[in-house]
């Protein structure tokens, strides 16, 4: 039996590698049309500018009554006005009598203000007897009212392309009457375990056999960040089944991520299938976990090959999986939640390799919660991670680390 | 024409409406199974303990040879140990030979650990010539092993109820081998915008009238804390009309929100509905913007009627509703992304009302992004916004701050 096992020497230091990768990501060009309902966290493809004003009239900003200003002059607690009023104007309605001297409609907050009045008294500043208004304050003109297209003017740029729609970006589209706008589409991401052993979850294991983890971690993860995912069956460790699934993860897939495979037994064959039909630009990354990974692309299409062991697969899709991604879709850099804590006890690291490591937050400190190599409870256990970078081997009790939550 | 207009006079302080909401929010009962590979960010409805071993075997832990510890005793660089291998024990395989004293298997990590072997040496710690391994390096009893259960025990409390499920979590399910899995089920929330002047996004607007906003940014933030939205017609400001919509909310709502009529017009008629068919907890807030909030119940379901200003709305659904949301949804209070940064002006609030702020981040300084009342595209040009307290009145250039991201 000769067999031959490929150790993998030369790795690239992480930041080398975030940066290939991101090098040979491009940014989706595919764009789609949706429904602002379901913009949410979505990319403008185009500029969006107003072709109406907002608000679309002169309105009251509060409920009171409109009034020519010049008529509150020298209005006072103890020297009210008196206008009549002439008209209840309410939202959603238009005026019918225009105000001369002396005269006011009562007026809701967002109704149309009448021709000739210039300003609005609130309610509480008045006093009212039939028809007769007692107005106790002065108003300047202009006051209480929104002026047409003060919030959006027509021919304004609102949003320019490239912007993240949030929930108030949203409603400036609404506001100018919109029901649907051109975004990015979301980068489809083929995702693919490999390997003999595994079995999807639901089936009874035969013996030497484990339940796929990886495709439902990256599937989790991946909706976050801009990504939908297309998944493909389990692939067994076979060079024509592994060149087969990438075929297939190619026909619909802008982003491709394999785990397991990219190791370095014997059959570990994702590297021959990607060198067969494309290239490898790396393979190894002097991380922690997360070394034997492999990144290549296939014409355009970028493929991350993923460590097999789920918290290895796990942290590096933290680790790159996600600025992948996030460039990919046009995401802006993501923010995790994080705090800064002392660590409860020293903390010993690999000179040279990025190191990820996994804490839990106990009395406000942020004490490793790892356990072994590929446990899964290491990190489904902890609150989230700390990076320690390759040129640091111990972070020393009470030194203070930024944890970015899970 | 007699009419009356109703001021809110009385304003709960903002901390006390938000203890009050959350004492009349129940956190929903309701459970259901779903698919792991949807269950991101849901709520765990029962504990999970294991059924099975994780691994369910001992297995390798890197590639290598499979060997009896005792045999590398000794081994070193220049003083190799001599095994003969026997087999090759692929992923996924099951190992057909016991090991004796003298005797090696080649292993590929994951593979089952043969019988008598009780640790792996690694690959890059040997030399192969035919079925002859030389070993440079000894090992102990169980080095680079994983043990059988070592991660995941039989009998183990994985999960416990209430938890939040993430990545790495819905990893430790699928490594059990569960397909599904019992979750508090999402609060509904029906959204309804009220007033005579809404119109749908999608048509011309007529004279007095502008387009609905509130449903869609209530439509986008209510996704992200756990809710799904449910969806109803525009209501006219009618007792009528808001009674029936009132009724239509509660039968399909978990939580009801409105926006528009809790303000103090004689036509803002949600006060009345509500009353008629339950209890107003409180009316008017110490906020601003989003005094004129109104809040109240129906039977067991809460009710929140928003101002109808696009910003007020939304600054109370990031203020309110979002706790409101995720303490029914049994989420953790949110934690935004934040940045604290000086503020580039001096800011000047309005003592005794809670304030919310939004800003601007310019050269690492906190730039005021308001326009003027109602303006939505003083949100929409913002990166997140501060909270001033009711007892603070000058925020000086200078003062840090912490702005909450959008």
Redesign the interface.
């Known amino acids: 039996?000769?067999?031959t096992?490929r150790?993998i020497r030369d790795t690239v230091p992480f930041d080398e590698a975030v940066a290939r990768i991101l090098e040979h990501t491009p940014p989706i060009e595919r764009t789609e049309r949706i429904g602002?309902?379901v913009?949410?966290g979505r990319v403008l493809a185009g500029s969006i500018t107003s072709q109406?004003d907002?608000?679309?009239?002169d309105r009251a900003?509060m409920?009171g009554y409109a009034v020519v200003a010049e008529d509150t002059f020298g209005a006072g607690r103890y020297a009210p006005r008196s206008l009549t009023?002439v008209e209840?104007v309410?939202?959603?309605?238009?005026p019918t009598r225009a105000l001369a001297s002396g005269q006011c409609s009562?007026i809701?907050?967002?109704?149309?203000m009448p021709d000739g009045a210039s300003a609005v008294v609130m309610?509480?500043e008045t006093e009212r007897d039939?028809?007769t208004v007692r107005i106790f304050t002065p108003v300047y003109p202009g006051q209480h009212i929104?002026r047409k297209g003060?919030?959006?003017g027509v021919g304004r740029a609102?949003?320019s392309a490239g912007t993240v729609?949030?929930?108030?970006?949203?409603?400036?589209?609404?506001?100018?009457?919109?029901?649907d706008v051109d975004v990015y589409a979301q980068p489809r991401v083929s995702v693919l375990s490999t390997?003999?052993?595994?079995v999807e979850?639901?089936?009874p294991?035969d013996?030497?056999?484990?339940?796929?983890?990886?495709?439902?971690?990256?599937?989790?993860?991946i909706?976050?960040h801009g990504g939908t995912v297309s998944r493909h069956p389990t692939a067994l460790?076979d060079l024509d089944a592994l060149s087969d699934a990438l075929d297939a993860c190619l026909t619909d897939g802008d982003l491709v991520v394999f785990s397991g495979g990219s190791?370095?037994?014997?059959?570990d064959l994702i590297l021959d299938a990607l060198t067969a039909k494309g290239e490898v630009l790396f393979h190894g990354i002097a991380v922690k976990p997360g070394k034997p990974t492999v990144f290549g692309r296939v014409g355009r299409t970028p493929v991350l090959g993923m460590p097999?062991?789920?918290?290895s697969c796990?942290s590096n899709?933290y680790l790159l999986l996600v600025p992948m991604l996030r460039h990919m879709a046009r995401l802006p850099r993501h923010?995790?939640?994080t705090r800064t804590l002392p660590v409860g006890q020293r903390i010993v690291s690999t000179t040279g390799r990025h190191q990820f490591y996994t804490v839990r937050i106990e009395n406000g400190l942020a004490v490793p919660a790892f356990?072994?190599?590929?446990?899964?409870?290491s990190?489904?256990q902890?609150d989230g991670y700390i990076e320690i970078p390759a040129q640091t081997d111990l972070v020393e009790k009470g030194e203070t680390v930024d944890v970015k939550?899970?």
């Open positions: 039996m000769a067999t096992m150790p602002l309902d913009a949410m109406s907002v608000p679309p009239f900003a409920d009023c209840t309410y939202t959603g309605a238009v009562q809701a907050t967002g109704a149309p309610v509480e039939a028809d929104g003060a919030d959006i609102v949003l729609l949030n929930p108030s970006r949203i409603g400036a589209l609404a506001a100018l009457g919109l029901l390997g003999d052993e595994i979850p639901g089936r294991l013996p030497g056999q484990i339940y796929d983890i990886n495709r439902f971690t990256l599937g989790s993860i909706p976050l460790d190791s370095v037994g014997e059959r097999g062991y789920p918290t796990l899709a923010q995790p939640v356990k072994a190599s590929g446990d899964i409870t990190m489904s902890a939550l899970f």
